[in-house]
């Protein structure tokens, strides 16, 4: 496993306007603009930050805590995650995780899945309570690994990482608990089972209140069980088998944790000869080379994305619909069932649920909130705001959108490549009882779409030296500008050509066939140009 020291500069104070400017002193990634996605921010040391370049083919996760920095790079070019683990304060070690096979409940076979009766056209925001309980060789393990805490802030990021790209409104907590238990049975499916009839893990659920268990169990090995590598007791929503069972190793690996909670919703693998039910099924986004959603049996190469005939990857539709029965639809079934999984224990946390769609016609925003759990203090009073930043301090307190946990506003950013976030506060007698931020993807009601390209420059692969220590560059976007992509679209949406400067565009137009195209320029301060060209060259 290729690893390096890296020093992290802090995200916050280097952002402008949610924007950053990423780079890495020895050129192993591609220097890109990073627009903010998703921003849970409490103070300078303790906040989540996840953002995109335009093309979502790099995904930046950085967190920060009292340990440190920790997060994820995902470079969909090479097919390669990243994963970032403190040392102290000022360094961080950065893992290099290649592509691998990694079979999930594969014990489960066409004849084992769930009927799936009614659609998954509703929206039911649900908050989910995870509590892991470690085993003493897992916490062995992470320790040896120098992990620590910061392995469980990732899994979780990772899940409201898939969350986002899919559509889903949920929100999570988490705890941990350490538990003994070995492995007792040859079958990674009987080992989850068994765990769920046991009285100190229903124990240990009871006493945290928490929707599901994950057993973070020790190493996996083939000489423990061999056709899986993860396994649910059943797939869900059950309440009475909500328990995943995970080696340790293997969890942080090929969003293997992300799978394993997608069958807890109801969520299913990739079944090509049976109907059991509309939107069930995890969608194969390309055969050659092959791309999977979260839910794919097989896991190379997946990513983060439960299957969407409503959200496209580079193009691509991540899901399919129209065929009754079959539907690749796996983040419709996460969002119908968000509502019953909340409820198989009653949170000790409250916590608020953002509900939004944007009008096409009118491009007003409609926001509703609800409190989980329910049924709210008719008191409560829900006062909202946006910003480009996500951070909502007294630095940067964003602008007031309006109070009510109903409101109908006018979408703030007409931009649809750009993001911004809503922070709704919800208070009691003038005191804060819960808050809550999402990311939302602004809209130009004149018909302008955002125009992803493909980022062309490929990462170099982590060098085998042992240890080095490099930058982790994130900077202000600076002026003057630089254009740092162009892509050149056909009418029809088609990328045509991909190229760094407008003289290489041009001389390609020369030759190119006459038409309507659109030209892309990106530009390393975040701003995107997009103009029509008409192109008489024969």
Known sequence: ????????????????????????????????????????????????????????????????????????????????????????????ILVEYGSSITLCDSEYNEADSILIEGDCDRVCAGHLDILFL????????????????????????????????????????YTWESFEWSYDSLSCTKNAENLAIDGLAQAARTRNSADIVVLIGSEFSTSIWS?????????????????????????INEFVFVHEVGHMYGAQ??????????????????????????????SE?????????????????????????????????????????????????????????????????????SIDPGPADPNYVYTRYWSYDGLFTAQYPGQLLGSGNNLTVPIPVNDPCKYFFVQVIVTLNGNTVTKEVIGIRGKD????????????????????????????????????SVIINIALYDLYGNLVLNKSSKDSVFNYLHEAPIGIYLMVTYRNNGSIDTQKIVNNHK
Request: overall charge negative; proline content about 4%.
């Open 134 to 173: 470690i085993t003493p060789e897992a916490q062995e393990w992470l320790v040896t690994q120098g992990m620590g805490v910061a392995y469980f802030e990732i899994l979780i990021s990772d899940l409201k990482q898939a969350w986002i790209n899919s559509n889903i409104p949920h929100t999570v907590d």
């Open 445 to 480: 009601c004149n018909g302008s779409a955002c125009s992803n390209g493909t980022n062309q420059t490929l990462t170099q692969k982590l060098s085998d030296i042992e240890k080095s220590t490099n930058d982790f560059n994130i900077s202000p976007l600076q002026n003057p």
């Open 269 to 298: 693998h990739e079944y090509l000869d049976i109907k059991r039910g509309d939107c069930a099924f995890a969608h194969i986004i390309r055969e050659t080379p092959s791309i999977y959603t979260l839910m794919h049996s097989n």
């Open 227 to 251: 056709n899986a590598t993860a396994c649910v007791a059943q797939f869900g929503p059950d309440d009475a088998n909500a328990y995943i069972v995970i080696p340790v190793d293997k969890a």
């Open 1 to 92: 496993m290729n690893y390096q020291v890296i020093k992290v500069n802090d995200i916050i104070d280097n952002q402008n306007n949610g924007d950053v400017y990423f780079s890495m002193e020895n050129g192993q990634f591609p220097s890109d603009s990073i627009m903010a996605v998703d921003v849970q921010y409490e103070d300078s040391t303790d906040y989540y930050w996840y953002g995109q370049n335009q093309d979502g083919s790099f995904n930046l996760t950085v967190i920060r805590s009292s340990s440190g920095y920790a997060g994820t790079i995902i470079d969909e070019n090479n097919n390669t995650v990243y994963r970032i683990f403190p040392i102290d304060g000022m360094n961080s």
């Open 301 to 369: 190469p997946r990513i983060l994305h439960y299957s969407n005939p409503d959200i496209k990857y580079l193009g691509m539709s991540t899901g399919h619909k129209g065929d009754p029965g079959r539907d690749h639809n796996n983040a419709g079934r996460i969002r119908t069932t968000g509502c019953e999984l909340a409820a198989f224990e009653e949170s000790a946390i409250i916590t608020v649920l953002i509900e939004y769609d944007v009008d096409d016609v009118t491009c007003d925003l409609n926001l509703n909130a």
